[in-house]
């Protein structure tokens, strides 16, 4: 079996050859790190951590490179609301961002690269776009020339008379054309800057990708991916400055994730539906998010709410418990003697089901389906009266296996809100017969589960922490 994946430059499905054998060169775009990371953010960190975890699953050596935008206007923005350095800020949210997403159990990248960190080779790499005449300086800003580079629309599919229709020059712009994007900012008074051939200033957003997928992971690579509404400017730009400079394709697949709608409409600032990771993981077990993110296929968009989240919850409580009744089978019972093969035939079965829905263009919502079925199959098989050790065993390792592709981890002790909520009960009747050794008990346990207990006026709250 081979694994198709939906090309965004093609807009077809394709057969996934990389370009060296069982290895795979992959960039996903990472976030700007001016604030916490909003849960737009958070699907494309857990739909491309799944896809590195299958190609692994599938044989693949997987080298990821995922970014972070640590200067930028936003950033400048906040260091000069908040009166810190930028480099202050983007040290602060890189960290939230790794708590964030670790608890959402996505894997570090093999290399995270920083813009600050990496100024040389962006610098080099304008110099060379200016020198080819892909790029020219104006009074310290240097701009790409756009209508140089002739497949310009390919990734998004739009002429480039199009293109232009909806482009304008900003005030205090010095482009050639409307269409031409920046490569490298003049610094203003006050601002952070580096030193260059064009004077102080820092790049643009878009140069900043192409120069560290390149330094990385090579002229071409094999996946680049991020969320929809990446694919233009962001792509399209990458790929004419890449290809521009080099002769060469950029990535020989683009994946793009569709958008997540709140309540049934667009995420924005302006709507106040702004939903932040942060602050879902204090409410909900974050392996929650990770489940209600891959339910649905990663290319389509997908509808947050509570309720939605509630009702994901039933769902993936219902594969926990299978999961725990197993552990618990093979722990407690002594009657492990009978075997039969029809059940180990059909855990193969539903292996090789999952692998077929994984493999047309990794479809986490059908993989799910087929959990449901192995949980369904377990709970069958905990029915009978004589149960085998090793079947038992093969049930535990297959939803190990499966589930580990999906970054969930069922054998992690996880207390379920319901849990916590009598826990607290048991606590709050302990101080009230002043059984204070019970209480101190009962907060050290939750602590240990990573529960924080908050004892307020208006009662005990309590938070993931």
């Not at 959402?104 to 040389?120: F, I, Q, S, W």
């Not at 005449?133 to 739009?158: C, N, P, W």
């Not at 790049?203 to 997928?213: F, L």
């Not at 009702?311 to 993936?316: D, E, F, H, M, P």
Request: net charge negative; hydrophobic share 35%.
């Amino acid at each position: 079996m081979t694994i198709k994946l939906y090309n965004t430059l093609t807009r077809q499905k394709e057969e996934f050859q990389p370009l060296e054998e069982n290895k795979v060169k992959m960039y996903v775009c990472g976030p700007t790190v001016y604030n916490y990371i909003h849960i737009g953010n958070a699907r494309p960190a857990i739909v491309f951590d799944t896809v590195r975890r299958y190609l692994e699953f599938r044989g693949y050596e997987v080298q990821y490179v995922s970014n972070f935008t640590d200067v930028d206007d936003k950033l400048i923005r906040a260091a000069n609301e908040l009166g810190e350095e930028v480099p202050t800020i983007a040290d602060r949210f890189i960290e939230a961002y790794f708590e964030d997403v670790s608890a959402l159990g996505c894997k570090k990248a093999t290399v995270h690269p920083r813009v600050t960190e990496n100024m040389d080779i962006i610098i080099d790499f304008i110099s060379a776009l200016v020198e080819k005449g892909y790029a020219y300086e104006a009074e310290g800003d240097v701009y790409y020339r756009t209508r140089k580079f002739e497949e310009y629309g390919k990734l998004s599919h739009q002429p480039i008379d199009e293109l232009r229709s909806g482009a304008r020059i900003e005030v205090g712009e010095k482009k050639e054309d409307p269409l031409d994007f920046a490569l490298w900012k003049a610094a203003k008074e006050g601002e952070i800057y580096w030193e260059s051939p064009w004077g102080k200033g820092r790049p643009g957003w878009h140069i900043e990708c192409s120069a560290m997928a390149r330094q990385y992971l090579g002229d071409t690579i094999d996946i680049h991916a991020g969320g929809q509404d990446l694919a233009f400017p962001h792509h399209e730009n990458e790929i004419a400055q890449s290809e521009a400079l080099t002769g060469k394709a950029f990535a020989k697949y683009w994946m793009h994730n569709g958008y997540i709608n709140i309540d049934n409409e667009k995420m924005s600032k302006s709507l106040g539906n702004f939903i932040l990771v942060h602050d879902i993981i204090k409410k909900y077990d974050p392996q929650l998010l990770r489940f209600f993110i891959l339910s649905v296929h990663y290319r389509h968009p997908i509808n947050y709410s509570e309720e939605i989240l509630e009702n994901t919850r039933k769902g993936l409580e219902r594969l926990q418990t299978s999961y725990k009744n197993l552990k618990h089978r093979l722990e407690s019972s002594n009657n492990l003697t009978s075997n039969n093969e029809d059940w180990l035939k059909k855990i193969e079965d539903l292996h090789k089901t999952f692998v077929r829905e994984m493999d047309d263009d990794f479809n986490t919502a059908n993989a799910i389906a087929v959990l449901f079925d192995l949980s369904k199959q377990a709970n069958l098989y905990l029915l009978e009266k004589n149960t085998s050790e090793v079947i038992v065993q093969a049930f535990i390792k297959e939803f190990e296996a499966l589930t580990s592709v999906l970054g969930l981890d069922f054998a992690k002790e996880e207390l379920l809100d319901e849990e916590i909520e009598v826990l607290i009960q048991k606590r709050i009747e302990a101080r009230k017969n002043r059984n204070f050794a019970l209480a101190d008990q009962i907060r050290d346990e939750l602590k240990a589960k990573n529960i924080v207990l908050e004892d307020t006026a208006q009662g005990t709250r309590w938070k993931r922490g």
